[in-house]
């Protein structure tokens, strides 16, 4: 079992930026693929970023591409998203997820372990 821990999520204005966290334990981190994931109020849970086992290979949804960096320090079991220059429309609660086998990391259904959520907000 696999418990993601997250953090680093508030309340921020338009334009600004928030670094979240997700720090993992029970299992060893450095073979798993992570992902961010996002759910705002009244909609489906949205892919956001992806990144491989050793950290070479990173994916974006269209909508954070150039804004939003996943990073991973396996070393520290832990994974971050920074986010810059944020929208109103980022507004969601943002999840941590990990996946124990090969995963092409696009697909919420293809994730063996989730965080609590963290919540983001952004102000106009």
């Known amino acids: 079992q696999v418990q993601l821990v997250e953090s680093g999520g508030g309340l921020v204005q338009a334009g600004g930026s928030l670094r979240l966290s997700c720090a993992a334990s029970g299992r060893t981190f450095s073979r798993y693929v992570m992902g961010w994931f996002r759910q705002a109020p009244g909609k489906e849970r949205d892919f956001v970023a992806t990144i491989s086992w050793s950290g070479g290979r990173t994916y974006y949804a269209d909508s954070v591409k150039g804004r939003f960096t996943i990073s991973r320090d396996n070393a520290e079991n832990t994974v971050y998203l920074q986010m810059n220059s944020l929208k109103p429309e980022d507004t969601a609660v943002y999840y941590c997820?990990?996946?124990?086998?090969?995963?092409?990391?696009?697909?919420?259904?293809?994730?063996?372990?989730w965080g609590q959520g963290t919540q983001v907000t952004v102000s106009s």
């Open positions: 997820a990990a996946a124990g086998r090969y995963i092409l990391g696009y697909f919420g259904d293809d994730y063996d372990y």
